[in-house]
């Protein structure tokens, strides 16, 4: 019987996909093939190395534009005329990926591949143009693959046309699951020290994430409550410098502490360490990660602003939200979560944990099965 073949478009061998893909490439039932360029346009993504003879490299080729990052993959249609597969999934739509229209086009036209689109499925903020031109390619897709449900209500009174659309989820490294990695982390996590309020923060430092809002909340704290608080920023970026000065002003060096890029072991010890995971805005893949750690996360509750992974956080069971903008709700969230932890932290923690499994690489993998047989 013959293999189906899937080809996969993406842009690099991203590092946070290497347990899936590679569960897809091992896969001896069918025949997965991934189309990918040797460097990323998105700034400090870490690809992964394999020897796989079916990863296919072309070669991106950015183009910088009005703050836009436009990149067409030299190659990539090649690839996948040469492979021959049965579908072919494009990232997206995205119209700053170029050559994945064009991909499409050709494809439509001139084969009968079956074509999938996979992304946040959403419509974009580039018009009424970039609008049209989503839904155009949409409407004339075998299939749509979305991170979250977040998206499908919007798409299906926008398409006004029955194209299947599957909810696949998302999913980090197996090595990042912290209940993967460590048998005892419950036990390791449910003993409570003393009675400082610990959190973490760990990404870019960058403007989105509103980490001014977070310093402000800690200070609030201390003044108010008196209760021992320290948080841990892990990452460095462009507001690094702009924060520490916020930090001296306000008299907090005592309180939070700059630790720099930390990998391995050493982020892994300060998830054990902390209570609390903190990310006032943009949350995306962290919600896994905190939570596999037994971290619940707090983040703001302006949700056009966030990433699909946000719809995993479930309201005061695995996380919470604050008010946008609102240092005096933060600091709320902060001190309700701190409670809930000295009442019942082997409660909180399991809680995290079990959100955590739900995202796990095996199920995403499962379920990217489950749509290929769609198409068998």
């Known amino acids: 019987m013959k293999k189906q073949k899937i080809f996969i478009s993406y842009l690099s061998l991203i590092h946070y996909r290497k347990s899936v893909f590679e569960l897809l ?28 003879k079916n990863i296919h490299f072309c070669k991106n080729i950015n183009i910088n ?19 021959k597969p049965d579908i072919v999934i494009l990232l997206g739509v995205n119209p700053l990926i170029v050559s994945s229209l064009l ?15 996979w992304g946040h499925g959403t419509l974009g903020n580039q018009g009424v143009i970039g609008k049209k031109l989503r839904l155009f390619f949409y409407k004339k897709s075998d299939g749509i693959i979305l991170y979250a449900k977040s998206a499908i ?6 398409i006004k ?5 599957y909810v696949l989820g998302n999913a980090i490294n197996t090595e990042d699951y912290g209940y993967l990695v460590y048998n005892d982390l419950i036990e390791k996590k449910t003993k409570t020290e003393n009675q400082t309020i610990k959190i973490i923060f760990s990404g870019r430092i960058t403007k989105r994430k509103n980490l001014d809002l977070l310093i402000k ?7 108010e409550t008196k209760i021992p608080i320290k948080l841990n920023i892990v990452g460095n970026g462009s507001e690094k410098s702009e924060l520490e000065k916020l930090v001296i002003e306000n008299q907090l060096v005592n309180e939070v502490f700059f630790l720099g890029e930390l990998y391995g072991i050493d982020i892994h010890n300060l998830f054990f360490e902390n209570d609390i995971y903190a990310l006032p805005s943009h949350a995306g893949l962290s919600v896994i990660h905190a939570n596999s750690f037994g971290l619940p996360i707090i983040t703001s509750n302006d949700f056009e602003n966030h990433p699909p992974e946000v719809e ?28 809930k932890i000295l009442a019942d932290k082997n409660t909180v923690v399991n809680n995290c944990i079990n959100s955590a ?17 769609k198409y068998d």
């Not at 490439?25 to 360029?37: A, M, P, S, T, Y």
């Not at 991909?103 to 689109?117: D, S």
């Not at 046309?161 to 659309?165: F, G, R, V």
């Not at 499994?357 to 047989?373: T, V």
Request: overall charge positive; glycine content about 4%; cysteine-free.
């Open 357 to 373: 499994i739900k995202y796990s690489p095996d199920i995403m993998y499962n379920k990217f099965l489950e749509i290929f047989k």
């Open 312 to 339: 995993f956080i479930s309201d005061s069971v695995n996380g919470s939200f604050y008010i946008a903008n609102s240092v005096d709700s933060l600091s709320e969230e902060i001190l309700v979560w701190h409670k």
């Open 65 to 83: 534009f009005k703050n836009n990052v436009f990149t067409f993959q030299l190659g990539m249609l090649k690839n996948i005329l040469k492979v």
């Open 161 to 165: 046309k029955s194209i299947p659309i």
């Open 103 to 117: 991909i499409f086009l050709f494809l439509k036209l001139f084969t009968k591949t079956k074509i999938l689109w």
């Open 217 to 223: 909340a800690v200070l609030k704290i201390k003044l």
């Open 25 to 52: 490439l091992n896969n001896k039932e069918i025949d997965v093939h991934f189309g990918v360029g040797k460097i990323n346009p998105i700034p400090n993504m870490k690809n992964f190395e394999s020897n796989s």
């Open 153 to 158: 209500k919007d798409l299906k009174n926008n």
